[in-house]
């Protein structure tokens, strides 16, 4: 069974920083980019960043700059770094893993959330 567990989340000042976490299980993820995804209230999901196994990274423009992927392929998990967070990055954060040869999202995680306060 497959699953993806994030961690990480919480209540941050703007400007702050925040480390989410997404360990990943049941198979190996060699063939998928392993990424993030983000949905606000009224909103619909959002794509925030992702990397495949040979560590080539993607972002939204939005957090390009700010956002930093890495990926652990020996722990199969993968983080994103968030610093200078703005009330506009609050968000349910979604850990996902995006098979390569399909780009269909085939797992997705259950969300954790992030607050970023004025």
């Known amino acids: 069974q497959v699953q993806l567990v994030e961690s990480g989340g919480g209540l941050v000042q703007a400007g702050g920083s925040l480390r989410l976490s997404c360990a990943a299980s049941?198979?190996?993820?060699?063939?998928?980019?392993m990424g993030w995804f983000r949905q606000a209230p009224g909103k619909e999901r959002e794509f925030v960043a992702r990397m495949n196994w040979s560590g080539r990274s993607i972002y939204a423009d939005s957090v390009k700059g700010r956002f930093t992927i890495s990926r652990d392929n020996a722990k199969n998990t993968v983080y994103l770094q968030m610093n200078s967070l703005k009330p506009e990055d609050t968000a349910l954060y979604y850990c996902a893993a995006v098979n390569i040869l399909t780009e269909h999202t085939d797992y997705w995680g259950q969300g954790t959330q992030v607050t970023v306060s004025s």
């Open positions: 049941g198979r190996t993820f060699i063939s998928y980019a």
